[in-house]
Every structure is written in structure tokens, then in C-alpha cells.
């Protein structure tokens, strides 16, 4: 079995398990019954994303360190979703003066500008300086559009608490944090870290 198809199996599982034994619950805990439609856009979106990237992804070799740090990047949005915290959730947890939400973002924009890297290895483009920056430019269009999701959410789901203009503006600048930082680590470790 390849270790893509192993990963996107586990992370397929594991999203329903949780969706079905703890999301859900917890969904109703936190934002009541009357949300429950906000629930269901997040679940098909990722469910539709596991998928996606899987039928697009399975036919190229991965790094496990790639896959590992990925798989951090989504146990850290569980972690932010399902632990509670002070009487709220792990997300709203600052550290450092940093709400938990924003590392969250960092880890996953730089998890994805390392996935990024390893598709332009796999497809023989230079990492030169332009490339460099196309790298960040396409992790923060991904991070966009999930701040997109957000503000549809934002929009349709009366008492939504994802993030106002403020929120998604910090996210969005955890994002660019997150993608620069990996550019020193790919210098430190080579064009073939990925």
C-alpha cells in the first residue's frame, strides 16, 4: 500500500469517527442544535478536500516527513475543536499572547508551502527566486480560500463564530508567517527536502 493511500485512508476514518462520535456532539455543546447546517458545510467541505487531494495526490511518491507534518497540522484542528479550555475550546487558548488558532494556521500554511515544494520537485521546476515566491503565493490562495469558507459561513449561519474581517486578517498573516518560515528550511536542507 502507498504511503498516500494509507494516509488519506487513516485521515477519511478519522474525520468520520470524530464527525460522528465527538464533532458532532461537541458541535451541538458549543453552538446548539440551531447551528447545525454550519456543522454539515465544514463536514462535506472536508470530506470533499480528503478526497480530492487523494485522487489528485496517490499517483506521486510523499516523504513521510511530509505526511507527518500534515497529519500534525490536522490533529491540531481537532485538538482546537474538541479540547475544552477554560471553559471554551483549545482554539480561543492564547499562548504567548498568541490565540491557538494562529499556530494552527502557521503549522498548516507551512505544511502546505513543504507540499507545494515537493509538487514543483516532482514536476522539474527550478526553485529559483520567482518560483520561490509563486511557492507563497499558492499557500496563501489556499489559506484564502479557506478564510472563504469561513465568510460563507460568516454569512449564511446566523451567530456564526468563525472569523470577523480582524480574524481573518491575523489568520491570513499566520499563514504568510508560516509559508516564509519554510523557505530557510528548505535553503538549510537542500531542494530535495520534500
Known amino acids: 500500500m502507498r504511503r498516500i493511500d494509507l494516509f488519506a485512508g487513516v485521515n477519511l476514518l478519522l474525520f468520520i469517527v470524530l464527525a460522528v462520535f465527538r464533532y458532532y456532539a461537541?458541535?451541538?455543546e458549543y453552538r446548539g442544535a440551531e447551528h447545525l447546517e454550519e456543522f454539515f458545510i465544514y463536514a462535506v467541505v472536508i470530506l470533499a478536500f480528503i478526497?480530492?487531494?487523494?485522487?489528485?495526490?496517490?499517483?506521486?511518491?510523499?516523504?513521510?516527513?511530509?505526511?507527518?507534518?500534515?497529519?500534525?497540522?490536522?490533529?491540531m484542528h481537532f485538538a482546537g475543536a474538541f479540547v475544552?479550555?477554560?471553559?471554551?475550546?483549545?482554539?480561543?487558548?492564547?499562548?504567548?499572547?498568541?490565540?491557538?488558532?494562529?499556530?494552527?494556521h502557521f503549522v498548516n500554511a507551512f505544511a502546505a508551502t513543504f507540499l507545494i515544494n515537493r509538487l514543483f520537485s516532482i514536476q522539474g521546476i527550478a526553485p529559483t527566486l520567482a518560483n520561490t515566491i509563486f511557492l507563497v503565493l499558492i499557500t496563501l490562495g489556499l489559506g484564502a480560500v479557506v478564510e472563504i469558507v469561513e465568510y460563507v459561513a460568516l454569512l449564511t449561519v446566523p451567530n456564526s463564530l468563525v472569523g470577523n474581517y480582524d480574524?481573518?486578517?491575523?489568520?491570513?498573516?499566520?499563514?504568510l508567517c508560516g509559508s516564509l518560515s519554510f523557505i530557510p528550511v528548505r535553503a538549510r536542507f537542500g531542494r530535495g527536502f520534500g
Not at 491575523?170 to 499563514?175: E, H, M, P, Q, Y
Open 167 to 175: 480574524n481573518n486578517m491575523v489568520d491570513l498573516i499566520a499563514n
Open 51 to 75: 478526497v480530492a487531494l487523494w485522487r489528485i495526490f496517490r499517483r506521486h511518491d510523499f516523504d513521510t516527513a511530509l505526511l507527518v507534518l500534515v497529519q500534525i497540522g490536522i490533529l
Open 84 to 104: 475544552p479550555v477554560d471553559g471554551g475550546r483549545l482554539y480561543d487558548w492564547h499562548l504567548l499572547g498568541v490565540r491557538y488558532d494562529k499556530y494552527v
Open 26 to 28: 461537541r458541535f451541538i
